[in-house]
């Protein structure tokens, strides 16, 4: 099965914003890629009607990419937080459903970064407080069409969700078309003991896939058994897009947020150019057999 590959902004520019969201799609498009994933840190940093003209032109697939930046919580929190963090989340669909954009992607549980011990008990009402609050989220997003993909995070970035097994158990009562779950390839590689058995485990509740090298650099310029990857989405049929998600270390907020303490290629757009076409290659290759 031959995948589209997209590519995050956060590869080169955070916040995104109108100006930087053309210029990033020029230069995608030029690149190969299929698919362009928009954070919507803030709403309001960028628009959805200049991007939807923007992304038509470039021929590029939408997919929309949710920040859960401090003070982002559906657990664990007062309930004002909850509502604000549930109303971010329906304007992210909104944003959505007017680029024509099938999933909302990212790691809607709890601020990233935010983590605490919990015993079986708490963790069992820890899940339940999370359905509780994703539920009229859900719902929303089911009526428009859209799905929304919770991410699971390593372990130095969240106590919540940090594997396939725990997201189903999380979130299992909710999954379906309004919800399923969004991996990515490098807390696979810290939190999954077999990846290819995780991916199988998520089946068809896998709505989106995002990509980098194990270090967040170059996809194929690691250790990575991405043919074995590739396979495991095969079995599942996923057939929506590999997003390339790095960082860029020149804006200092993102660079502390993601630990992107060294240069991850010589540079960013290296970075890209180098992941597509290895991607690209791959595919190929798989497509010869």
């Known amino acids: 099965m031959r995948r589209t590959v997209g590519v995050n902004?956060?590869?080169w520019t955070s916040p995104l914003d109108d100006a930087s969201l053309r210029e990033i799609a020029a230069k995608a498009a030029g690149m190969g890629f299929g698919a362009i994933e928009l954070p919507v840190e803030q709403p309001g940093d960028w628009s959805a009607d200049?991007?939807?003209?923007?992304l038509a032109e470039h021929s590029l697939a939408p997919v929309v990419i949710g920040a859960m930046g401090p003070g982002r919580n559906l657990v664990a929190a007062p309930g004002s937080e909850v509502v604000a963090t549930q109303n971010y989340l329906v304007h992210c669909v909104g944003v959505a459903e007017r680029l024509g954009a099938s999933v909302v992607a990212g790691p809607f549980t709890a601020a990233t970064g935010r983590t605490w011990r919990m015993d079986a008990v708490e963790r069992a009402d820890r899940y339940r407080e999370l359905r509780a609050s994703l539920a009229p989220v859900v719902r929303t997003a089911e009526r428009s069409g859209i799905r929304l993909a919770v991410e699971p995070l390593n372990r130095y970035e969240t106590s919540l969700v940090n594997t396939v097994e725990q997201a189903l158990?999380?979130?299992?009562?909710?999954?379906?078309?309004?919800?399923?779950?969004?991996?990515?390839?490098?807390?696979?590689?810290?939190?999954?003991?077999?990846?290819?058995d995780a991916v199988r485990a998520a089946g068809e509740h896998l709505a989106h896939v995002q990509v980098c090298g194990n270090d967040r650099g170059p996809v194929g310029d690691d250790h990575f058994d991405w043919p074995s990857f590739l396979d495991a989405l095969d079995d599942v049929g996923y057939d929506g897009p590999l997003g390339l998600e790095s960082f860029t270390g020149e804006n200092d907020t993102i660079a502390?947020?993601?630990?992107?303490w060294r240069p991850l290629a010589a540079s960013q757009?290296?970075?890209a150019e180098r992941s597509i076409r290895y991607l690209e290659a791959l595919q190929d290759e798989r497509e010869r057999r």
Do not use: K
């Open 50 to 54: 200049a991007a939807a003209d923007v």
């Open 269 to 271: 757009d290296e970075l």
């Open 256 to 260: 502390v947020a993601a630990s992107v």
């Open 169 to 196: 158990e999380a979130l299992g009562p909710l999954l379906g078309p309004g919800l399923g779950l969004a991996l990515d390839s490098y807390h696979l590689n810290i939190e999954e003991q077999h990846i290819g």
């Open 9 to 11: 902004t956060w590869v």
